[in-house]
């Protein structure tokens, strides 16, 4: 095998020359078996995609074309499943074929950097989930909610195509990149690729990006807390129950991690079912009874001390929980409805899709729905994962694709999923709870005379819908509950009573949801500081070397702190904003989260010019450039609209002129205090987005310009530097994807006849 | 009935090991694998001092979670 021919390569390594061991089984099936396997058309297969296709066309054409009363929730799992299949089956294999070109006859870092700890050989449906529990988190089941606001089409078409076209391939190349060269993090490859200028940049950027990000993720935990003695007391619960957990891992039982995982959802559970009780009492009820600035406050000095602690304690059993929850929650979530089959009654386009001043998320669709909804369909931040522990984990080279292309598919399933939880509550409901206060007036009866005012077709809600359902839901009330988070928790409770309980358990599901969606953010905001903490501690030991040294507690303390203090100010800015704070500041979480995606794109760009594919260079070149028209449309927006409901400086100067003619109030805010509270904020939003947005574009004018470089290096015949780790032959074997093909299993079979002590190589090291 | 019944306690032990190894609880047992694999002379770290390693070396080198 190892004299193979390899027709693909493009000749900027000497892989031929990979030399094999030939007392081995082949590592790698091969080649022109793969091709044949590929193109074999059994009259089975071609019934099988005939059907996959149909069907999904058959579901789209119901999402998309029929127009009744309602439509059923079954046919966005057939659109999505079915979309997902066929991109997955044709448009992945093409990103294969003629983009990344996995060669498995090299080692993988997990192979030749093996140590048993960082780097492992890991099955690869085991690291299917591993890496899925990673990436996905509390961002697609929000962004779809607030976006639903335009009608569910806008959010369907763009989580479902986006995912296949700019999503999945950001995280497939990602990986697969990171994976050559030795699972380094997208930081390390950007100034390899880039140069220092770019490199810099996209430091910077990815920094400031992680603040936002941990910002608005906390501002939604802080929005669905509010005012709810039972969230406060069963997500602060999830505290002393994941201490417990590190105690017992560390000193008591190390390493059964099932066990305490269970142990942990036990004590979970009772606390949502003890939350009730507890807020049914009326020492509870005061003790609990917190407002969004005391949380926010309490989440902050949560963040620098969780940050500080040893991982063991808190982090880890956290991390354990949430991957528990994750997996159960998805699974269920999906059961349910397959088994309910909800009927949605929010139209396909809303009033507000052509319009730029709706209640829940202003601005046009276009560019504004698709930076709502970035985790699902495109998403930067898994760059960051893609390019850390994963890659140091794949068996195989051809295994990315399945987990990097695959795993991000089954994020976008979530999102679309919590879409379908979101929209299948009344939609009267839906404005009542995600519009602001200063809107829907804070009661029941001024939050119904508001929505029935708004003119939304067949939307007639009472005062008395509205206090039924926050008393089905065990809430005081839920108006104004925006963030997503209590929406989605409304959606799920009301799908999941007709699965499990009836309305006897709607409370219980809704602080179910809420419990689960709080423990991913408050994970993500504990990693997201530590990692924020650490960029930042060698950015500066770039200066100060003493900086650079983990252990040097001063300096760790001082630059979490100073990560700390940087989203703690832009939430507190969130929570006490008078114009709604989510709506202000949501758009500058898509904005910051798909930044990042170009800027990985970007990176991804010029290495793959670099590897000599220009012919196919628009598969990276596509989703980039909408990712970069997207993103920066929508900054520029934000800095220049004169629309105040969209421009923070327009914001910003309607404001200032208001104080400067003397008004004690004006548009929502309702004082001199809340006018100044305006000006100071829509300053920093607005300069913060002048900030990403120029990095950003220097980050992207450095890849086209490492691009352009690479291809008149080509045409001229200069060699180009390649950056990936040298080729080792590789000495295991393992199948591709979910279900191993015909050829794969008899290469298996091959090898597990190998005695286990012929198969790796002895290394002392 | 009773074939029913190991059908799907198989079927459950089978997710459980799944979701455990998706959760890292195999880690000892792979670290002690890779150990003999590759034939270090030295004893292997005991499972309470390879937890403690894996989660302190976790606290100087902190892997991100995504929203």
Redesign the interface.
Same mark, same amino acid.
């Given at each position: 095998m190892a004299g193979v021919p390899d027709q693909r390569n493009n000749g900027s390594r000497a892989e031929g020359g990979l030399a094999t061991d030939p007392d081995l089984p082949p590592p790698a099936v091969d080649q022109a078996l793969l091709d044949a396997e590929d193109r074999k058309w059994t009259p089975g297969k071609v019934a099988l995609w005939a059907a996959i296709a149909l069907l999904g066309g058959v579901a789209w054409f119901m999402l998309a074309i029929v127009r009744g009363e309602t439509v059923n929730a079954i046919w966005f799992v057939f659109a999505s499943v079915c979309t997902y299949l066929i991109g997955y089956r044709f448009y992945s294999k093409v990103i294969e074929r003629y983009i990344t070109k996995p060669d498995d006859r090299r080692a993988t870092p997990a192979e030749y950097k093996a140590d048993g700890k960082d780097y492992v050989r890991t099955d690869r449906n085991v690291l299917f989930g591993h890496h899925f529990a990673a990436i996905a988190g509390a961002g697609p089941l929000v962004g779809p909610v607030i976006a639903a606001q335009m009608g569910y089409l806008p959010g369907t078409i763009w989580i479902i195509i986006g995912v296949v076209l700019a999503g999945a391939v950001q995280d497939y190349l990602v990986l697969f990149f990171s994976m050559r060269r030795g699972g380094r993090s997208l930081g390390q490859m950007a100034r390899e690729e880039l140069g220092v200028i770019g490199g810099t940049a996209a430091l910077i950027a990815t920094l400031l990006i992680m603040v936002i990000i941990v910002a608005i993720l906390a501002l939604v935990v802080v929005n669905a807390l509010g005012e709810s003695p039972w969230g406060v007391f069963s997500v602060g619960m999830t505290i002393p129950i994941a201490l417990f957990m590190g105690v017992y891992l560390r000193y008591l039982r190390p390493g059964k991690v099932m066990e305490v995982s269970i142990i942990g959802f036990v004590l979970l559970m009772a606390a949502i079912i003890g939350g009730g009780a507890v807020a049914g009492t009326e020492w509870g009820a005061a003790f609990f009874h917190l407002d969004k600035v005391t949380i926010a406050w309490g989440l902050l000095i949560y963040g620098f001390i969780a940050a500080i602690l040893p991982v063991w304690l808190l982090l880890a059993p956290r991390d354990y929980l949430s991957t528990f929850m994750k997996i159960g929650v998805i699974v269920m979530l999906a059961l349910a409805i397959i088994v309910v089959r909800p009927e949605i009654t929010v139209p396909a386009f809303s009033e507000f899709a052509s319009r730029e001043n709706g209640p829940v998320l202003s601005g046009a669709l276009f560019p504004f729905l698709f930076v709502t909804i970035a985790c699902g369909a495109l998403s930067g931040f898994h760059a960051l994962i893609s390019s850390g522990t994963t890659p140091k984990l794949i068996e195989k080279e051809r295994q990315t694709r399945f987990i990097g292309y695959g795993g991000m598919l089954m994020e976008s399933f979530v999102a679309i999923m919590a879409l379908v939880a979101a929209i299948s509550i009344d939609r009267g409901i839906y404005f009542a709870m995600n519009a602001p206060t200063a809107l829907t007036g804070g009661t029941v009866e001024t939050a119904a005379q508001w929505v029935n005012s708004l003119g939304l077709a067949g939307v007639n809600i009472t005062p008395d819908v509205l206090a039924q359902t926050a008393k089905d839901v065990g809430e005081q009330s839920i108006v104004s509950r925006s963030g997503g988070a209590p929406t989605l928790a409304v959606g799920l409770a009301h799908i999941m009573q007709q699965f499990i309980g009836g309305t006897a358990m709607m409370a219980f599901w809704y602080h179910f949801a809420i419990m689960f969606e709080a423990l991913f953010i408050l994970t993500a905001v504990d990693a997201g500081t530590r990692v924020a903490r650490f960029m930042l501690q060698d950015s500066i030991g770039n200066f100060v070397p003493k900086f650079k040294e983990a252990s040097w507690r001063p300096g760790a303390w001082l630059c979490t702190a100073v990560m700390v203090a940087a989203w703690g100010a832009v939430l507190l800015m969130g929570v006490t904003d008078p114009l709604g704070g989510i709506n202000t500041l949501f758009p500058l979480f898509g904005i910051a989260n798909q930044l990042l995606a170009a800027i990985a794109l970007a990176v991804c760009l010029a290495i793959v010019a670099k590897r000599g594919t220009f012919k196919y260079l628009w598969i990276v070149a596509l989703p980039l450039a909408f990712a970069a028209v997207v993103t920066i449309t929508a900054s520029y927006q934000k800095i220049f609209s004169s629309t105040p409901a969209v421009g923070y400086f327009a914001n910003n100067a309607a404001f200032s002129k208001a104080l400067a003619d003397g008004k004690k109030e004006f548009g929502t805010a309702k004082s001199v205090a809340a006018m100044e509270a305006v000006v100071r904020n829509t300053a920093i939003q607005g300069w913060l987005s002048v900030i990403f947005v120029v990095l950003s574009i220097i980050v992207i004018v450095t890849a086209v310009l490492a691009t352009v470089k690479a291809f008149r290096d080509r045409s001229a015949g200069t060699a180009t530097t390649d950056n990936e780790d040298p080729a080792l032959p590789s000495r295991v074997f393992a199948p591709a994807g979910l279900v191993p093909t015909t050829a794969e299993r008899e290469l298996a079979t091959e090898w597990g006849k190998v005695p286990a002590d012929a198969r790796l190589e002895r290394a002392g090291h | 009935m009773s074939a029913g019944i190991a059908l799907v306690a198989n079927g459950f032990r089978g997710f *459980?090991r799944? &979701?455990? @190894?998706?959760?890292? *609880?195999d @880690?000892?047992a792979?670290? &002690?694998?890779? !150990?003999r *694999? @590759?034939? !270090?002379?030295e004893v292997p770290l005991s499972?309470?001092e390879?937890?403690?390693?894996?989660?302190?070396?976790?606290?100087?080198?902190?892997?991100?979670?995504?929203?």
């Open positions: - | *459980a799944y &979701l455990g @190894a998706v959760m890292g *609880a @880690a000892y792979k670290y &002690l694998e890779h !150990h *694999a @590759a034939g !270090h002379q499972e309470r390879f937890w403690r390693d894996r989660t302190d070396r976790q606290d100087s080198n902190p892997q991100g979670r995504c929203c």
